[in-house]
């Protein structure tokens, strides 16, 4: 589990030596999708490849235990929000003496498209991603640090696309239910299983960023786990980012063992621009571990009490 919540808060990579290259055209065209594999219940196809395993309950194509990618749809969110994210992330790391093999913008078909490689001892990350207006799609993953994996994973990640045609349900996307009886929350995105709820369901963007917002997600069942640790790091995270009018200064103001598997954390934040409060619970149970964290800048004290009734409401499908 710690390579996947790794991969996706976009990769932490370490400076190393290169080989080889990978050249990417700025330009791929796209024909017939019509036989290539669906993903889950995303809109997100790739080619069949009989090396690789789908594994739906982490949204992972897998080949072995250090070769696998994750597939992450984001419907309702414009590409270039999330782009400038990722982009933001391997300057830094640069910046910061980290090697990057590969960083390219092109275009998949009709989709604005990112790539970039980065090796980290005797693997190699790769984070592609593509969309437009209305998606985004993020798929990352690993392999062995050798040219011919490279060569595999990039000619095959290079094969997915987004069908239009294909008519989800958000809902179907998540792997829990959850109440939302009495309060003006709806369903805004999922992020690969993470989803987000807003009032009325609006859209967050780098712009319009400052609502009231929650986020549930349910992860596979970790062992050798603390559940303190975990949450002293989620709320590490959640204070960084790499815009600095969205970073917050956070402070606890209450944390709360509920019981042995079960923690949560009452917090005040500031940003440059702003205050606000926050509200984490996380819960160990059989079928793995639930996470909420939710944000409130508006009607704060009543959307804590409003955050801590949804979470007891939440349950694994």
């Known amino acids: 589990m710690n390579k996947i919540l790794a991969l996706l808060l976009i990769l932490t990579i370490s400076s190393c030596s290169t080989s080889g290259q990978i050249k990417i055209p700025d330009n791929i065209k796209v024909g017939d999708i019509s036989s290539k594999q669906r993903i889950g219940n995303t809109r997100v196809v790739i080619d069949e490849n009989a090396n690789y395993k789908f594994i739906p309950d982490i949204m992972r194509l897998q080949k072995s235990q250090n070769q696998y990618l994750q597939i992450i749809e984001i419907p309702n969110q414009d590409y270039s929000s999330t782009i400038i994210n990722i982009i933001n992330k391997f300057n830094t790391i640069e910046a910061q003496g980290g090697n990057i ?86 369903l805004s995105t999922v992020n690969g299983g993470i989803a987000i709820y807003t009032e009325n369901g609006d859209a967050l963007s780098n712009k319009d960023w400052q609502k009231n917002y929650f986020i549930v997600s349910i992860l596979p069942k970790p062992s050798g786990f603390s559940l303190k640790q975990y949450s002293d790091k989620m709320i590490e995270r959640l204070g960084q980012n790499n815009f600095e009018e969205k970073r917050i200064s956070i402070e606890v103001l209450e944390e709360n063992e509920l019981s042995f598997d079960n923690i949560e954390v009452e917090m005040k934040g500031k940003t440059i621009s702003t205050d606000l409060l926050l509200y984490q619970n996380i819960k160990l149970t059989s079928d793995g571990l639930i996470q909420f964290i939710g944000l409130a800048f508006n009607d704060k004290e009543k959307q804590i009490e409003t955050f801590k009734s949804i979470v007891k409401t939440i349950k694994k499908k």
Do not use: C, H, W
């Not at 640090?145 to 490279?150: A, I, L, M, S």
């Not at 000619?155 to 294909?166: E, G, N, Q, R």
């Open 101 to 186: 093999r590969l960083k390219k913008e092109f275009k998949l078909g009709k989709f604005n498209a990112f790539l970039a490689l980065a090796p980290q001892g005797s693997e190699e990350q790769i984070a592609f991603a593509f969309g437009d207006k209305s998606f985004s799609v993020l798929i990352m993953g690993v392999y062995p640090n050798n040219e011919k994996d490279r060569k595999e994973v990039v000619d095959y990640v290079l094969t997915a696309y987004l069908d239009k045609s294909i008519k989800t349900n958000l809902q179907e996307q998540l792997n829990f239910d959850l109440s939302l009886k009495n309060t003006t929350y709806k």
